[in-house]
C-alpha cells in the first residue's frame, strides 16, 4: 500500500524534474485544512505540506472562513473569524514548509457564508501581513472582484 501522500509526491517529483529543466516555476493549490496536520485531514487529502512544500516554488493554502467548520478550535462562529483563520492557517503552513517554499495563500472575495464587507477583507490583509506571507491571491467563485479590489485600495491607501 501507497498512500494518497505517496502518490501525489512521486507526481511532484516527476513534474519537479520537468520544471526544473524548462525554468519554470512550480506551485500548489491546498486546501487549508492540512495546514493544521491531523492525520485524518492529511490522510483524506494526500496533501501533507512536510513531503510537498520541498518540491515546491510556493504553495497557497485556499484559507476561506466559509469552508471551515463554524466551531473550528472551539470558536463558536469561526466562519466569521477571518483574521484569526487565515492567520493561523498561514503561520502552521510556513511552520510544516520547507524554509524555501513561499507561502501564498488564497482569501476569500466573496460573501459564501460569512459577513463580507471591508472589515472582513482588511483583516485577511492584516492576516497576511502579520504572518509575513509573500502576498495573497483573491478567490471569488464569481469571478465579482469589484467591490473587493476597492476595499483592498483602500486598506493599502491608508
Known amino acids: 500500500g501507497r498512500t494518497k501522500a505517496d502518490i501525489i509526491e512521486d507526481f511532484m517529483l516527476s513534474v519537479r524534474e520537468i520544471c526544473l529543466n524548462w525554468n519554470v516555476t ?18 483524506n487529502t494526500g496533501q501533507d505540506i512536510a513531503r510537498l512544500s520541498p518540491h515546491l516554488d510556493a504553495i497557497h493554502p485556499m484559507i476561506y472562513s466559509s469552508h471551515f467548520d463554524r466551531n473550528l478550535s472551539y470558536r463558536e462562529d469561526a466562519h ?12 502552521l503552513t510556513d511552520k510544516t ?14 460573501g459564501w457564508q460569512v459577513n463580507y464587507g471591508r472589515e472582513y477583507v482588511w483583516a485577511q490583509l492584516r492576516a497576511i501581513e502579520d504572518s509575513n506571507c509573500d502576498g ?16 483592498i485600495r483602500d486598506y493599502y491607501s491608508k
Not at 80 to 91: D, F, M, S
Not at 136 to 151: A, G, M, P, V
Open 80 to 91: 466569521n473569524e477571518p483574521y484569526y483563520l487565515v492567520y493561523q492557517a498561514a503561520i
Open 26 to 43: 512550480l506551485t500548489a493549490d491546498i486546501f487549508a485544512i492540512v495546514a493544521w496536520q491531523r492525520t485524518q485531514d492529511v490522510g
Open 97 to 110: 514548509a520547507s524554509n524555501l517554499c513561499r507561502i501564498i495563500p488564497y482569501i476569500q472575495a466573496n
Open 136 to 151: 495573497f491571491i483573491l478567490w471569488n467563485s464569481s469571478n465579482r472582484y469589484f467591490k473587493t479590489l476597492n476595499w
